[in-house]
């Protein structure tokens, strides 16, 4: 490459990453790959390119898709990425991240992992699911505190009522979040005094 060449290389648009990225990037519990996913969210946004599918993600990154797609889950459980949709258009947010970057000490989130299984589940029932859909699952288990095989009993409960969509879901987690149900054993004993 001759000198010309390389110098255009470096002319190019920057991708500005902040410093205490790099500097509190452990604090966060950030990855090295999701670290990465972060960066190049930075530099789809400054190309215009506010909502990538993990498709375009995972080219960019040289990972399979379904890995890109479990890194940005991680993020919005951890509550780092948002998705943000008061705009025209839904996008991912980075804000949390940068607010988590101002904090002093390790961020206090529910730790539970979400399983990928778990949205694939959702995807056999539901077809594609939409970026709101999966940030509701986050939801459900990070703020709403709901275990897996809860959330999975509600899903099979609106299956045995014909009644596949989120918003019922969240109801049926509602009803019994309001009785006390946080555990299968809880939810057998709930519908036994329902009869």
Same mark, same amino acid.
């Given at each position: 490459?001759?000198?010309?060449?390389?110098?255009?290389?470096?002319?190019?648009?920057?991708?500005?990453?902040?410093?205490?990225?790099?500097?509190?990037?452990?604090?966060?519990?950030?990855?090295?790959?999701?670290?990465?996913?972060?960066?190049? #969210? !930075?530099? /789809?946004?400054?190309?215009?390119? @506010?909502?990538?599918? =993990?498709?375009?993600?995972?080219?960019?990154? %040289?990972?399979?898709?379904?890995?890109?797609?479990?890194v940005?889950?991680?993020?919005?459980?951890?509550?780092?990425?948002?998705?943000?949709?008061?705009?025209?258009?839904?996008?991912?947010? #980075? !804000?949390? /991240?940068?607010?988590?970057?101002? @904090?002093?000490?390790? =961020?206090?989130?529910?730790?539970?992992?979400? %399983?990928?299984?778990?949205?694939?589940?959702?995807?056999?029932?539901?077809?594609?699911?939409?970026?709101?859909?999966?940030?509701?699952?986050?939801?459900?288990?990070?703020e709403?505190?709901?275990?897996?095989? /809860?959330?999975?009993?509600?899903l099979?409960?609106?299956?045995?009522?014909?009644v596949?969509?989120?918003?019922?879901?969240?109801?049926?987690?509602?009803?019994?979040?309001?009785?006390?149900?946080?555990?299968?054993?809880?939810?057998v004993?709930?519908?036994?005094?329902?009869?």
């Open positions: 490459m001759d000198a010309h060449n390389l110098i255009k290389l470096f002319e190019q648009s920057p991708v500005v990453v902040p410093r205490k990225l790099f500097t509190d990037a452990r604090r966060l519990n950030l990855n090295p790959v999701e670290f990465c996913l972060v960066v190049h #969210l !930075l530099e /789809l946004t400054g190309e215009g390119i @506010e909502m990538p599918l =993990p498709s375009e993600l995972g080219d960019r990154m %040289n990972v399979p898709e379904s890995e890109a797609r479990s940005l889950l991680g993020l919005l459980q951890k509550e780092l990425v948002a998705i943000d949709a008061s705009a025209e258009v839904e996008r991912y947010s #980075l !804000l949390p /991240l940068f607010q988590a970057l101002e @904090e002093d000490g390790a =961020p206090e989130k529910n730790t539970q992992s979400l %399983n990928e299984n778990l949205i694939h589940t959702f995807e056999r029932e539901f077809g594609t699911i939409t970026p709101f859909e999966i940030e509701q699952i986050v939801g459900w288990l990070t709403d505190g709901f275990s897996e095989e /809860l959330i999975l009993a509600a099979r409960e609106a299956k045995l009522r014909n596949r969509n989120f918003k019922y879901m969240d109801k049926i987690l509602s009803v019994w979040q309001d009785h006390k149900v946080e555990s299968l054993e809880d939810l004993e709930y519908q036994r005094r329902k009869k």
